[in-house]
């Protein structure tokens, strides 16, 4: 059985078929989704889900770093009480995104910083999003010292160094698609990371693994994101 740990099953790209790829995923064996939140307009859409396939779908709650906007102080305040009103099994995905636009640099870090808070004081994981922002984010996971703090860094893509600077503050490396990317020499990063910290994702609909790369992802294709790891680590899919 596998595990989506970070799948956006909501999303607009799913609208025409969305059953029929979830039973598609549930075919290849993937029988639990984990979905991340990203703002206070897919709320509604999550918990429908959840609600339709309550025993396979598993929300988390947090605002997204690239919805860090104008309305920051709103949307937390959505966060913190969707925690209060449901149960969620992570805080995420959080953290900070410097590719896009570093206008609210600053209002990410704090966004980042008051959501791990939130999910210690709920003693949930949070998931990670980072890009382009490794320094920044553990800056702020390293001013942490509490011991509950635990999590995934979504879409992992570091080096060597920085996997285990993240599995030595009680992270997990969230595994995708990009494993499968000729040129980023991911998978061979990952031959020096024991499978005990590594978690398997898609991220779908974005990132899709070769031989999609370039299309719609979709939560059917992580066997091929696990037999790319297996066959890196020299072993099989079991």
């Not at 990670?128 to 011991?147: N, P, Q, S, T």
């Amino acid at each position: 059985m596998f595990i989506d740990t970070h799948t956006h099953l909501y999303a607009a790209e799913f609208d025409a078929d969305r059953s029929v790829m979830i039973q598609r995923a549930l075919n290849e064996g993937v029988h639990q989704f984990v979905l991340p939140a990203i703002d206070s307009e897919t709320t509604a859409a999550m918990h429908a889900l959840k609600k339709q396939y309550p025993n396979e779908i598993n929300l988390m709650m947090g605002l997204h770093p690239t919805n860090v906007g104008a309305n920051v102080e709103e949307e937390l305040a959505h966060v913190w009480a969707q925690l209060n009103a449901h149960d969620f099994v992570a805080v995420g995905e959080i953290g900070m995104d410097l590719y896009w636009d570093k206008t609210y640099q600053k209002q990410q870090q704090q966004a980042f910083a008051k959501q791990i808070d939130w999910a210690l004081a709920f003693d949930l994981p949070i998931v990670i999003h980072c890009r382009d922002a490794f320094d920044e984010i553990f800056e702020v996971l390293e001013g942490v010292k509490d011991a509950r703090l635990r999590g995934i860094f979504h879409c992992f893509t570091g080096d060597v160094a920085q996997a285990h600077r993240a599995i030595e503050l009680q992270m997990l490396l969230g595994i995708g698609g990009v494993v499968t990317f000729k040129n980023s020499g991911l998978a061979q990063t990952l031959t020096q990371i024991p499978l005990a910290h590594l978690v398997l994702e898609t991220d779908a609909p974005y990132l899709a693994p070769m031989p999609y790369r370039g299309k719609r992802n979709e939560s059917s294709y992580l066997p091929i994101i696990a037999a790319k790891l297996a066959e890196s680590h020299g072993i099989s899919v079991s």
